[in-house]
C-alpha cells in the first residue's frame, strides 16, 4: 500500500461540479487512483460539506437524492469518524497553527487515519501540520 492521503472537501466537490471541468477531470483522476491504490481517506465532516455545497453552492445543484447517492458510493473510502480525541485534537492544532477550527478537524482527521499528505485547495499549500503536508494538486494550472 502506497502512502496514504487525505481528500479534503473541496477536491471532492470538483470531482462532481461540472461548472469547473479542469479540474474536475484532474479531481476524478486523483479520486479514481486514490480508490484503486487504497489510499484515500475521507471523513464525516467532508462527506457532510460535500452534501451541503454541491446541493446549494455549485452552478449546476445536485438534487439531495443525487447526493446522497454519490455519498454512499464514496463509503467504499474509509471514513473517519468524529468522536473526542479528534475534536481535543483539533482545538490544539487551531491554536498551534492558527487556522479555522474545522481546517483543524480536517487535519486531526488526517492524522488519526494515518496520513502523510491532505490534497486541499484551502490549506497552505507545502505547509506542515503535525508532519502532513498539504498539496493543491492544482497549482501550477
Known amino acids: ?58 452552478p449546476q445543484p445536485m438534487t439531495d437524492d443525487e447526493a446522497r ?23 490544539d492544532t487551531h491554536k498551534a497553527y492558527q487556522i479555522s477550527y474545522w481546517d483543524a478537524l480536517i487535519v486531526s482527521a488526517a492524522e488519526l487515519a494515518g496520513c502523510k499528505m491532505i490534497l486541499s485547495e484551502d490549506l497552505n499549500d507545502s505547509q506542515a501540520y503535525h508532519k502532513i503536508l498539504v498539496s493543491n494538486p492544482f497549482n501550477g494550472e
Do not use: C, W
Open 1 to 58: 500500500m502506497s502512502d496514504r492521503l487525505f481528500l479534503d472537501t473541496n477536491i471532492l466537490v470538483y470531482a462532481y461540479d461540472k461548472h469547473e471541468t479542469r479540474k474536475q477531470k484532474k479531481a476524478q483522476k486523483l479520486l479514481t487512483d486514490g480508490i484503486e491504490q487504497e489510499n484515500l481517506f475521507i471523513s464525516v465532516q467532508v462527506l457532510g460539506e460535500f452534501f451541503n455545497v454541491v446541493t446549494r453552492h455549485i
Open 69 to 91: 447517492e454519490i455519498i454512499t458510493t464514496l463509503s467504499i473510502l474509509p471514513v473517519m469518524e468524529i468522536d473526542l480525541r479528534m475534536v481535543i485534537r483539533a482545538i
